[in-house]
């Protein structure tokens, strides 16, 4: 089946960084979804993408939709200690179709 | 609105036991109603989806199974539980239409 490659697996910062991580899939996908999931939490959807090229915010967080289709990073920018938790991307590659989700991102910001 | 409800929220299960978690949306009709298992805090698996009362799709053979005995209820059974079967369980759903999944707060299950 389709499968997301997301990366970093891992990222440790120190509070006020920028963060940026990405997901790449082989084949085009129609809409990127970036989620996030607190501790002991289900995910929670951050910024959804429709379109090639488009580069959507959300407060301190920024997404784009890779030009090729098959590409999305999501930047966090002045991080603080609640963007703790793991970043998953997701795709789906017709409308309708199950998403399929990126191995997730733990992101720990140390104060 | 919309909301989905998945319970409990913990629960600590004996080898052998049999499960039953539940799950319900309120707000939408004919959702597409999905089960994810999370192991080390780390990627979603796909358990089971389904997309109307009594259609079931299975995605992993394994110890468990789900039913859509109404509209909005997802049910995650198992008959006995392995060791293996611990992790955390999420209900999710989707609206005709709509491009995303909205996951409930998950079960911590834990079989010893």
């Known amino acids: 089946g389709q499968q997301l490659n997301q990366s970093p697996q891992s990222m440790f910062i120190q509070e006020g960084e920028d963060v940026s991580m990405n997901c790449t899939s082989s084949s085009i996908f129609n809409t990127w979804l970036w989620y996030k999931q607190d501790p002991g939490e289900g995910p929670v959807l951050l910024i959804a993408?429709?379109?090639?090229?488009e580069l959507t915010s959300n407060g301190r967080l920024t997404a784009q939709f890779g030009i090729t289709r098959k590409d999305s990073f999501l930047n966090i920018s002045a991080s603080i200690p609640s963007d703790v938790g793991i970043y998953f991307c997701?795709?789906?590659?017709?409308?309708?179709?199950?998403?399929?989700f990126g191995e997730g991102t733990q992101l720990t910001v140390n104060p | 609105s919309q909301t989905i409800h998945q319970w409990p929220a913990t629960l600590v299960q004996p080898v052998g036991s049999p499960l039953s978690l539940e799950c319900t949306v309120e707000?939408?009709?004919?959702?597409?109603l999905y089960w994810y298992r999370q192991a080390a805090g780390r990627g979603l698996q796909l358990l089971f989806y389904?997309?109307?009362?009594?259609?079931i799709s299975s995605e992993v053979p394994q110890n468990l199974s789900a039913s859509r005995p109404q509209d909005r209820q997802f049910i995650l059974s198992s008959k006995k539980l392995l060791l293996s079967d611990s992790g955390f369980y999420l209900c999710?759903?989707?609206?005709?239409?709509?491009?995303?999944?909205?996951f409930g707060s998950g079960t911590r299950l834990t079989v010893v």
């Open positions: 993408l429709y379109k090639a090229g």
């Open positions: 997701a795709g789906e590659e017709t409308s309708g179709s199950r998403l399929t």
């Open positions: 999710a759903w989707r609206d005709t239409g709509y491009y995303g999944y909205t």
């Open positions: 707000g939408t009709s004919n959702p597409n």
């Open positions: 389904s997309v109307g009362i009594g259609q």
